[in-house]
Structure formats: C-alpha cells, structure tokens
C-alpha cells in the first residue's frame, strides 16, 4: 500500500482531509464574512455574519450562517475548494452534493448609510471590539451551560 504523502496548495486547492481544511478556515475564526448558498447552481441565500466557531469530530453540531453568527462544522461538507482572489484574497467553497456556500472576507466595505458623507460606505469592524462599537451591527452572548462552553473551537 502506498504511503500518504503530504499535499501542497499555493494560492489554491481541494482539501478533502478534515485537519487540512480546519486549518485553512483557521483564519476566518472572528472575522466578518460574506456568504453566498448555491442549491443546483441556484442562489437560494446569501449574507454577511461573523465567524464564531469552527468544528470538527462532532457530527451532532449543526453548521449555521445567520448575520449574528456563523458556525462551521466542517463534518457538513465533502471538501473545501479555495482560491485566490485578484485583490489576494482567498474565496472559500464549501461542498456537500449537489449544495455549496461561497465564503468571502467581507472586505472594506458594506452598503451606504443614507447618514454617510456623499453616500459613502464605512469600513467593516475588523475584529471583536470593532464590532461591538459598530451600531450597524446587533451582536448577542449566548449563556451556555458548562458542559458545551468547553467544546468551543475543538479540533
């Protein structure tokens, strides 16, 4: 039987192994991102939400995108497909079958506020005290009892 060998992604890639593509989501954890699902190449949704969890090894967490926050259990999908974007950003593609959610950085900017100078649109928070003084944003604790706290971000 041959031995498995190490894999190598520059710029792009499909990662079907559970640690590698737990890795390359690594730097979406507390960021805001723009996500985008496909149902047979159809948009059925799409959003703007912070990532709040990454998970693997525990089929029982549902993976969910709301505008509040995002929970990605990577046992959900088939395989990652990432890419570079003209901006060196990386687009992530997350599927499962026939369904896949496109992942974005949300970049500098969202719509307009009618209140902006010249319409101008404001820069995103770009972490967890940006956002929390962001008033175009509502974000929420959830009290959680003591034996799902300790399974944050497991891996």
Request: aromatic fraction near 10%.
């Amino acid at each position: 039987m041959p031995e498995a060998h190490a894999k190598l992604y520059i710029n792009t890639g499909v990662v079907t192994n559970k640690s590698d593509i737990y890795n390359v989501l690594r730097p979406l954890l507390k960021q805001t991102v723009t996500y985008t699902y496909y149902r047979d190449n159809q948009v059925a949704s799409s959003g703007t939400g912070w990532v709040e969890r990454l998970v693997i090894d525990h089929p029982e967490v549902a993976s969910y995108f709301t505008p509040l926050a995002i929970c990605l259990n990577l046992d959900s999908f088939d395989y990652l497909q990432f890419d570079t974007t003209s901006e060196q950003l990386l687009s992530y593609t997350l599927v499962i079958g026939s369904e896949r959610v496109v992942i974005d950085f949300a970049g500098t900017s969202v719509a307009p506020n009618p209140g902006d100078e010249a319409g101008r649109a404001r820069p995103l928070p770009r972490n967890a005290d940006e956002l929390a003084r962001d008033l175009r944003f509502i974000q929420m604790e959830l009290m959680m009892s003591s034996d799902t706290a300790d399974e944050d971000e497991d891996a």
